[in-house]
């Protein structure tokens, strides 16, 4: 498991990994600076006249880089060059190790100008920042955030196209592209980035990739610094997973490892009956499709049955194109459910497995009480786990105390202005510090809160959070969460726990609407059924 802890409690797993014989801090930095070179070496290809610069500050984290340049002049047949940000220690083991294998160092202090910082970085194919790690706290000093500003003028100095003396352009033909700037790769945390908060000095490199040791920091999987990251990769140097202290972590960052092991079991022997039967109470005369996408996806997590419980204008609407659901017709006035429909659904909801609600209901004054009279005759030991999405939280919102018409385990999928909504703040406070408000108010509220957004975030009541790994655009589109809503409840319905359905269907929603953009070619014209249609891809890359 891919644990998510801060800078103190990473260096509280090192003290004890140290301690207990295990790994001592030197081989720590040693398998560090390994893992970086190895992905550098996988970045290029083995190319033998690749070009590496690897900026190095005074910590640990430039001892790691050190390491890197070491191993990529001797193993990899890079021509590796180094350029020391801060005076290091002349006696340092790691930096003779550089100078013993013949690679050029350059000190800043003799750099003045930057020109030669500069010119490295510029003609290097690959850069390696390990320049601040994980420690740096903003803002930036000045001397250093004036060098980070070279190295990012070096970043931007290209060649451009080829000169030409015509002046015809082709409208639909793309122009010459400059040259391919230098690929960054981070050493633990890119430079001018706040590992623990997600802060970002206006001077930080901006890494292509990141690979971070031990654990992931919190500032990693948060915006705006979340930006700087690029590429998420974890090194876990050989520490194993026991470590008391690592196991002490409640917080993870959902991996392919652990949705595998999550999945529920699929056997030859079975039938629809064999993986849950789902209930999605969803759209209005203004919102038809949700009840749609909820309700394919559904059935796309696995599920072998889904009944759709709507008005009679998604009935008619959907019915004749929406082959697969079961379809139940509530009482309904002009614009809105009537509450009558909650003695139908009590009746019906003994069949299921679990219940959605909220999706494209619209805000009606009619539907909440539809609503707030189906919560008050929620009786756990009777009706399904239930999913509540989209208008039902907004119509919850404005009732006081609302959570306590929940009943336990229930999971509720908010973005950030739903959320602030429900906490009675504004958005910006939901978002300036989004694990505490997630954690703090799924404890309150004793339901699992999945809070929606770049790095999806669940949380649990016993204190649990898992980021989801994936900060795509492809998913900013009207529809993609009834898609989420009815994958969770698909996989609720056959068996998995709250918080485990909201992780697992977190992560294959994310993943099928990165799978949904490789499709379109482009983040930009992915739409609701897209993220739908690439579930299936979502599903076989886990179990290939």
Request: with cysteine; aromatic share 6%.
């Amino acid at each position: 498991m891919i644990r998510i802890a801060s800078v103190e409690q990473v260096r509280q797993i090192e003290a004890a990994v140290d301690a207990s014989g295990v790994m001592r801090y030197a081989d720590m930095m040693e398998a560090a600076g390994r893992a970086t070179a190895a992905q550098v070496a996988s970045v290029l290809a083995n190319r033998a006249d690749a070009r590496v610069t690897v900026l190095v500050g005074a910590g640990n984290n430039g001892g790691d880089g050190l390491v890197a340049a070491r191993v990529l002049a001797q193993e990899a047949r890079a021509t590796v060059k180094v350029h020391l940000f801060a005076q290091r220690d002349a006696a340092d083991p790691h930096l003779q190790a550089v100078r013993g294998a013949g690679v050029f160092v350059a000190q800043a202090e003799y750099d003045r100008d930057g020109r030669v910082l500069r010119n490295m970085v510029a003609s290097s194919e690959v850069i390696v920042d390990a320049v601040l790690g994980i420690g740096a706290r903003l803002p930036l000093r000045p001397e250093t955030a004036r060098l980070l500003r070279y190295v990012r003028q070096g970043l931007s100095d290209d060649e451009g196209p080829a000169a030409t003396d015509s002046m015809l352009i082709t409208p639909n033909l793309p122009q010459p592209t400059p040259r391919a700037r230098p690929y960054v790769i981070a050493v633990d945390c890119p430079s001018g980035l706040d590992c623990d908060t997600g802060a970002i000095d206006p001077a930080a490199l901006y890494a292509d990739e990141t690979v971070t040791f031990i654990a992931v920091k919190p500032g990693l999987v948060t915006f705006p610094g979340a930006a700087a990251v690029g590429i998420l990769r974890v090194a876990t140097l050989g520490i194993p997973d026991d470590i008391d202290v690592l196991q002490a972590q409640p917080s993870f960052l959902v991996g392919a490892q652990v949705v595998r092991e999550w999945l529920p079991e699929r056997t030859l022997d079975s039938n629809k009956g064999s993986f849950g039967k789902v209930l999605v109470v969803a759209g209005s005369e203004s919102y038809v499709g949700a009840a749609g996408l909820a309700s394919l996806a559904a059935y796309r997590s696995g599920a072998g049955l889904v009944a759709v419980a709507a008005p009679g204008a998604v009935v008619s609407s959907l019915q004749g194109r929406v082959f697969e659901p079961i379809w139940l017709r509530l009482p309904d006035t002009d614009v809105s459910l009537d509450v009558s429909a909650v003695d139908v659904l009590q009746a019906e909801s003994k069949r299921y497995d679990a219940l959605l609600i909220g999706p494209g209901w619209g805000q009606r004054d009619g539907t909440r009480e539809f609503l707030l009279k189906l919560l008050r005759h929620y009786d756990a030991a009777t009706w399904p786990p239930l999913v509540i999405d989209a208008d039902a939280l907004n119509l919850l919102s404005a009732v006081d105390d609302w959570y306590k018409l929940l009943p336990p385990s229930t999971v509720i999928t908010p973005h950030p202005g739903e959320m602030a909504r429900l906490a009675g703040v504004d958005t910006r406070t939901v978002q300036s510090d989004r694990w505490r408000f997630a954690m703090e108010k799924s404890r309150e509220w004793g339901v699992v809160v999945l809070l929606k957004g770049a790095h999806t975030l669940i949380a649990d009541p016993n204190g649990r959070v898992a980021a989801l790994p994936f900060k795509t655009d492809a998913l900013a589109t009207a529809g993609t969460g009834d898609v989420l809503a009815g994958l969770i409840t698909g996989l609720r319905a056959q068996g998995l726990g709250s918080f485990e359905s909201a992780v697992v269907g977190g992560y294959l929603h994310g993943l099928a609407g990165e799978q949904a953009a490789r499709r379109q070619g482009t983040t930009r014209s992915v739409i609701a059924s897209d993220v739908l249609d690439a579930v299936g891809d979502a599903f076989a890359l886990l179990q290939a």
